[in-house]
């Protein structure tokens, strides 16, 4: 079965600092790949997608992910974290059996 | 463009009466899907839709909750009769490909039965 793992449940990061939020995708094959923004008391925003071609994808808010097929990776990276960045992060992999996302990861900017 | 319209936003109910959540998605979209979100449970896929039909429903907890999609612009989900356990987060989202590719979401209808 296809799955998605957010091996962090909680970041802490400074503002400022660079940041990397991590994903691995359990698929048969590759999976379209996406990471999504969720703040307080608003629905989930698409940040950036991958279906194929280049393996480095931008995305929107000064995000970036990259897919690394040899690790089964899509983390996802900002070189310089604003306090409105302050949110929880899903990933996501869709696949035969629909879009399955990962638990998410909650991102705690200090000052 | 408008994204995916939810409503109501808030709704706060007693246990028994009936809450009817409403969604419409963005235009030219074929599939829509209804996820529920609370602390324990996480985001959790209700059922999906495409091209109006339902496809899977598997996620939906028992009879007391149903869905329609009566036309390409309209979807509720309606709970009869509310539970207190029934209270958390009802997300729309809608996607403009098939089974697997990127969904946009509503900004949710927050349940409350007392």
């Known amino acids: 079965a296809q799955s998605v793992t957010q091996p962090d449940i909680h970041i802490t990061v400074s503002e400022g600092a660079s940041l990397e939020l991590r994903c691995n995708y359990s698929y048969g094959a590759t999976p379209y790949l996406f990471w999504y923004v969720q703040s307080p008391g608003q629905g989930l925003q698409l940040l950036l997608k991958?279906?194929?071609?280049?393996?480095l994808v931008q995305g929107i808010k000064g995000f970036e992910a990259e897919f690394k097929r040899s690790q089964s990776s899509f983390n996802l990276r900002k070189p310089s974290v604003h306090w409105s960045d302050a949110a929880e992060y899903f990933c996501g992999g869709g696949g035969a059996d629909g879009l399955t996302f990962g638990k998410g990861t909650h991102l705690i900017i200090q000052p | 463009d408008a994204g995916v319209i939810q409503s109501p936003r808030h709704e706060v109910t007693e246990m028994g009466q009936e809450v009817t959540l409403r969604c419409k998605p963005i235009?030219?979209?074929?599939?829509l899907f209804w996820y529920r979100q609370t602390m324990m449970r996480g985001l959790e896929l209700l059922i999906y839709?495409?091209?109006?039909?339902?496809?899977?429903d598997s996620g939906m907890p028992e009879d007391r909750f149903s869905a329609k999609m009566p036309n390409a612009s309209f979807s509720t989900l309606k709970i009869q009769p509310s539970e207190p356990r029934d209270s958390a987060v009802y997300f729309c989202a809608s996607s403009p490909g098939p089974w697997g590719y990127e969904q946009y979401f509503g900004p949710g209808t927050r349940l409350t039965v007392t």
């Open positions: 839709f495409n091209n109006n039909v339902p496809i899977d």
């Open positions: 991958y279906f194929s071609g280049d393996t």
């Open positions: 235009s030219g979209h074929n599939s």
